[in-house]
């Protein structure tokens, strides 16, 4: 059974900085690729960032490179999201993620569904 637990959102101002954790219980958690997405208002879900199994490999979406950091602690079972320079766009529901597979590239989220969390909601103001 794999539970997920995202937290660290919040309200801030534009050009501000949130960090986002995401604790993981699950067994053999260094063993999973992992990865963020959000949700907008009326939008779809979207893909933000991801890292392979073995943190060879990180990926971004345009909107957020160079803004956004994505890491991983594998003593706490826990993924981050740094968030730096955000802007107004930024808001939505942020959304953990994790391979239902083990040995997952980077890319694992574009063949797999994977299990996700609750969201954390991020408000960016102008």
């Known amino acids: 059974q794999v539970q997920i637990v995202e937290s660290g959102g919040g309200l801030v101002q534009a050009g501000g900085s949130l960090t986002l954790s995401c604790v993981i219980s699950?067994?053999?958690?260094?063993?999973?690729?992992m990865g963020w997405f959000r949700q907008a208002p009326g939008k779809e879900r979207e893909f933000v960032a991801s890292?392979?199994?073995?943190?060879?490999?990180?990926r971004y979406s345009d909107s957020v490179k160079g803004r956004f950091t994505i890491s991983v602690d594998n003593a706490k079972n826990t993924l981050y999201l740094q968030m730096n320079s955000l802007k107004p766009e930024d808001t939505a529901v942020y959304y953990c993620?994790?391979?239902?597979?083990?040995?997952?590239?980077?890319?694992?989220?574009?063949?797999?569904?994977?299990?996700w969390g609750q969201g954390t909601q991020v408000t960016v103001s102008p």
């Open positions: 993620n994790t391979d239902t597979r083990p040995y997952g590239s980077s890319t694992y989220y574009e063949s797999r569904f994977g299990y």
């Open positions: 699950r067994r053999a958690f260094n063993n999973y690729a």
């Open positions: 890292m392979s199994w073995n943190e060879d490999t990180t």
